[in-house]
T-cell receptor
Protein backbone atom coordinates (compact mmCIF):
# COMPACT_ATOMS: atom_id res chain seq x y z
CA UNK A 1 0.00 0.00 0.00
CA UNK A 2 1.32 3.44 -0.90
CA UNK A 3 1.76 5.87 1.97
CA UNK A 4 -0.38 8.45 0.18
CA UNK A 5 -3.19 7.60 -2.23
CA UNK A 6 -4.75 10.09 -4.60
CA UNK A 7 -7.23 9.63 -7.41
CA UNK A 8 -5.41 10.64 -10.62
CA UNK A 9 -8.53 11.86 -12.40
CA UNK A 10 -8.82 13.53 -14.80
CA UNK A 11 -11.63 15.54 -13.29
CA UNK A 12 -13.59 17.85 -15.57
CA UNK A 13 -16.05 20.39 -14.15
CA UNK A 14 -17.89 23.44 -15.52
CA UNK A 15 -16.86 26.92 -14.49
CA UNK A 16 -18.43 27.90 -11.17
CA UNK A 17 -18.63 24.36 -9.82
CA UNK A 18 -17.38 23.29 -6.40
CA UNK A 19 -14.44 20.92 -6.72
CA UNK A 20 -13.44 18.33 -4.14
CA UNK A 21 -9.99 16.75 -4.30
CA UNK A 22 -8.98 14.06 -1.85
CA UNK A 23 -6.08 12.03 -0.50
CA UNK A 24 -5.82 9.23 2.01
CA UNK A 25 -2.70 8.31 3.92
CA UNK A 26 -1.58 5.38 6.02
CA UNK A 27 1.06 6.73 8.42
CA UNK A 28 -0.47 8.23 11.54
CA UNK A 29 2.84 9.99 12.27
CA UNK A 30 2.16 12.44 9.47
CA UNK A 31 1.64 15.90 10.93
CA UNK A 32 1.90 18.44 8.13
CA UNK A 33 -0.44 18.46 5.18
CA UNK A 34 -0.01 20.45 2.01
CA UNK A 35 -1.58 20.95 -1.35
CA UNK A 36 0.53 21.86 -4.33
CA UNK A 37 -0.74 23.12 -7.65
CA UNK A 38 1.16 22.30 -10.83
CA UNK A 39 0.38 24.01 -14.09
CA UNK A 40 1.31 22.30 -17.32
CA UNK A 41 5.07 22.32 -17.91
CA UNK A 42 5.75 24.07 -14.61
CA UNK A 43 7.03 23.02 -11.20
CA UNK A 44 4.65 22.40 -8.30
CA UNK A 45 3.88 25.45 -6.16
CA UNK A 46 2.54 25.46 -2.62
CA UNK A 47 -1.16 26.28 -2.48
CA UNK A 48 -2.30 25.41 1.03
CA UNK A 49 -0.60 24.18 4.18
CA UNK A 50 -2.00 23.00 7.48
CA UNK A 51 -0.83 20.97 10.45
CA UNK A 52 -3.99 20.29 12.37
CA UNK A 53 -7.32 18.63 11.93
CA UNK A 54 -10.14 20.84 10.79
CA UNK A 55 -10.53 23.40 8.03
CA UNK A 56 -8.32 26.17 6.73
CA UNK A 57 -9.62 28.72 4.26
CA UNK A 58 -7.77 30.91 1.81
CA UNK A 59 -10.03 32.74 -0.60
CA UNK A 60 -11.85 30.19 -2.77
CA UNK A 61 -9.75 27.33 -1.38
CA UNK A 62 -10.43 25.27 1.74
CA UNK A 63 -8.11 22.56 3.03
CA UNK A 64 -9.64 19.99 5.34
CA UNK A 65 -7.82 17.41 7.44
CA UNK A 66 -9.39 14.50 9.28
CA UNK A 67 -6.60 12.77 11.16
CA UNK A 68 -8.91 10.15 12.67
CA UNK A 69 -9.80 8.93 9.18
CA UNK A 70 -6.38 9.77 7.66
CA UNK A 71 -8.17 11.76 4.99
CA UNK A 72 -7.40 15.17 3.56
CA UNK A 73 -9.38 17.26 1.11
CA UNK A 74 -9.06 20.41 -0.92
CA UNK A 75 -12.23 22.25 -1.90
CA UNK A 76 -12.32 24.88 -4.61
CA UNK A 77 -15.38 27.13 -4.69
CA UNK A 78 -16.53 28.99 -7.80
CA UNK A 79 -13.95 27.16 -9.91
CA UNK A 80 -12.36 29.10 -12.76
CA UNK A 81 -10.63 27.98 -15.95
CA UNK A 82 -7.40 29.29 -14.42
CA UNK A 83 -7.75 26.56 -11.76
CA UNK A 84 -7.09 23.95 -14.44
CA UNK A 85 -3.95 22.20 -13.23
CA UNK A 86 -2.73 19.10 -11.45
CA UNK A 87 -3.20 19.18 -7.69
CA UNK A 88 -0.84 17.14 -5.52
CA UNK A 89 -1.26 16.44 -1.85
CA UNK A 90 1.94 16.24 0.17
CA UNK A 91 2.43 15.08 3.71
CA UNK A 92 5.32 14.81 6.13
CA UNK A 93 6.01 13.89 9.71
CA UNK A 94 7.37 17.29 10.60
CA UNK A 95 10.64 15.89 11.85
CA UNK A 96 12.33 16.00 8.47
CA UNK A 97 11.89 17.96 5.32
CA UNK A 98 11.16 14.88 3.24
CA UNK A 99 7.65 15.06 1.84
CA UNK A 100 5.56 12.18 0.58
CA UNK A 101 3.51 13.18 -2.44
CA UNK A 102 0.33 11.82 -3.90
CA UNK A 103 0.38 11.11 -7.61
CA UNK A 104 -1.73 14.18 -8.36
CA UNK A 105 -5.25 14.79 -9.66
CA UNK A 106 -5.59 16.53 -13.01
CA UNK A 107 -8.40 19.11 -12.97
CA UNK A 108 -9.96 20.74 -16.02
CA UNK A 109 -12.43 23.60 -15.54
CA UNK A 110 -14.40 24.23 -18.69
CA UNK A 111 -16.23 27.37 -19.83
CA UNK B 1 14.18 36.12 -4.87
CA UNK B 2 14.84 34.32 -8.15
CA UNK B 3 13.60 30.99 -6.86
CA UNK B 4 15.18 27.63 -7.62
CA UNK B 5 16.94 27.76 -10.96
CA UNK B 6 17.41 24.67 -13.08
CA UNK B 7 19.23 24.08 -16.33
CA UNK B 8 18.82 22.94 -18.99
CA UNK B 9 15.04 23.34 -19.24
CA UNK B 10 14.86 20.84 -22.07
CA UNK B 11 17.30 18.19 -23.21
CA UNK B 12 17.06 15.59 -25.91
CA UNK B 13 19.88 13.10 -25.98
CA UNK B 14 20.72 9.75 -27.47
CA UNK B 15 20.80 6.58 -25.45
CA UNK B 16 24.20 6.00 -23.91
CA UNK B 17 25.11 9.66 -23.62
CA UNK B 18 25.90 11.37 -20.36
CA UNK B 19 23.34 13.86 -19.06
CA UNK B 20 24.08 16.51 -16.45
CA UNK B 21 21.28 18.51 -14.86
CA UNK B 22 22.07 21.57 -12.79
CA UNK B 23 20.39 23.36 -9.93
CA UNK B 24 20.86 26.58 -7.99
CA UNK B 25 18.78 26.54 -4.80
CA UNK B 26 17.25 29.57 -3.13
CA UNK B 27 19.89 31.47 -1.22
CA UNK B 28 19.88 30.60 2.47
CA UNK B 29 18.04 27.32 2.07
CA UNK B 30 19.96 24.50 3.71
CA UNK B 31 18.34 21.47 2.07
CA UNK B 32 18.14 20.49 -1.57
CA UNK B 33 16.11 17.76 -3.23
CA UNK B 34 16.10 16.07 -6.61
CA UNK B 35 12.77 14.62 -7.77
CA UNK B 36 11.73 12.78 -10.89
CA UNK B 37 8.20 13.03 -12.26
CA UNK B 38 6.57 10.64 -14.73
CA UNK B 39 2.97 9.99 -15.66
CA UNK B 40 3.15 6.45 -14.34
CA UNK B 41 4.91 7.00 -11.02
CA UNK B 42 4.19 10.62 -10.20
CA UNK B 43 6.74 12.63 -8.21
CA UNK B 44 9.53 10.49 -6.75
CA UNK B 45 12.29 11.68 -4.45
CA UNK B 46 15.69 10.65 -5.78
CA UNK B 47 18.06 12.19 -3.24
CA UNK B 48 18.24 14.98 -0.74
CA UNK B 49 21.08 16.97 0.75
CA UNK B 50 21.27 18.83 4.02
CA UNK B 51 24.03 21.42 4.38
CA UNK B 52 25.58 20.02 1.17
CA UNK B 53 25.78 16.48 2.58
CA UNK B 54 23.75 13.67 0.97
CA UNK B 55 21.32 12.41 3.61
CA UNK B 56 19.09 9.97 1.76
CA UNK B 57 19.83 8.59 -1.70
CA UNK B 58 17.59 5.55 -1.42
CA UNK B 59 15.46 6.85 -4.28
CA UNK B 60 18.30 6.90 -6.79
CA UNK B 61 17.27 4.22 -9.29
CA UNK B 62 20.67 2.66 -9.93
CA UNK B 63 24.36 3.31 -10.22
CA UNK B 64 23.89 5.18 -13.46
CA UNK B 65 22.56 8.06 -11.40
CA UNK B 66 24.78 10.25 -9.25
CA UNK B 67 24.31 13.60 -7.54
CA UNK B 68 26.69 16.10 -6.04
CA UNK B 69 26.44 19.32 -4.09
CA UNK B 70 29.89 20.87 -3.97
CA UNK B 71 28.66 24.04 -2.27
CA UNK B 72 25.50 25.63 -0.90
CA UNK B 73 24.56 27.26 -4.19
CA UNK B 74 24.99 24.46 -6.70
CA UNK B 75 24.04 20.85 -7.30
CA UNK B 76 24.20 18.44 -10.20
CA UNK B 77 22.35 15.26 -11.10
CA UNK B 78 24.19 13.10 -13.59
CA UNK B 79 22.97 10.11 -15.58
CA UNK B 80 25.65 8.02 -17.27
CA UNK B 81 24.87 6.20 -19.50
CA UNK B 82 21.35 7.46 -20.19
CA UNK B 83 18.54 5.13 -21.25
CA UNK B 84 15.11 5.81 -22.80
CA UNK B 85 13.39 4.88 -19.53
CA UNK B 86 15.14 7.84 -17.90
CA UNK B 87 12.93 10.18 -19.92
CA UNK B 88 11.07 12.28 -17.36
CA UNK B 89 10.91 15.71 -15.79
CA UNK B 90 13.56 16.21 -13.14
CA UNK B 91 12.81 18.77 -10.48
CA UNK B 92 15.16 20.37 -8.03
CA UNK B 93 13.68 21.83 -4.85
CA UNK B 94 15.10 23.64 -1.87
CA UNK B 95 13.99 23.99 1.75
CA UNK B 96 14.73 26.74 4.25
CA UNK B 97 14.81 24.51 7.32
CA UNK B 98 12.73 24.74 10.45
CA UNK B 99 9.71 22.78 11.47
CA UNK B 100 6.60 23.15 9.40
CA UNK B 101 8.17 24.83 6.40
CA UNK B 102 7.81 23.43 2.96
CA UNK B 103 9.95 23.03 -0.10
CA UNK B 104 10.10 25.22 -3.20
CA UNK B 105 10.43 23.70 -6.63
CA UNK B 106 12.26 24.82 -9.72
CA UNK B 107 10.64 24.77 -13.15
CA UNK B 108 12.09 21.37 -13.99
CA UNK B 109 14.40 19.88 -16.59
CA UNK B 110 12.53 17.98 -19.31
CA UNK B 111 14.69 15.06 -20.41
CA UNK B 112 14.04 12.90 -23.44
CA UNK B 113 16.38 10.02 -24.19
CA UNK B 114 15.95 8.57 -27.68
Amino acid sequence: QKEVEQDPGPLSVPEGAIVSLNCTYSNSAFQYFMWYRQYSRKGPELLMYTYSSGNKEDGRFTAQVDKSSKYISLFIRDSQPSDSATYLCAINTGTASKLTFGTGTRLQVTL
Amino acid sequence: DAGVIQSPRHEVTEMGQEVTLRCKPISGHNSLFWYRQTMMRGLELLIYFNNNVPIDDSGMPEDRFSAKMPNASFSTLKIQPSEPRDSAVYFCASYPGGKGNTIYFGEGSWLTVV
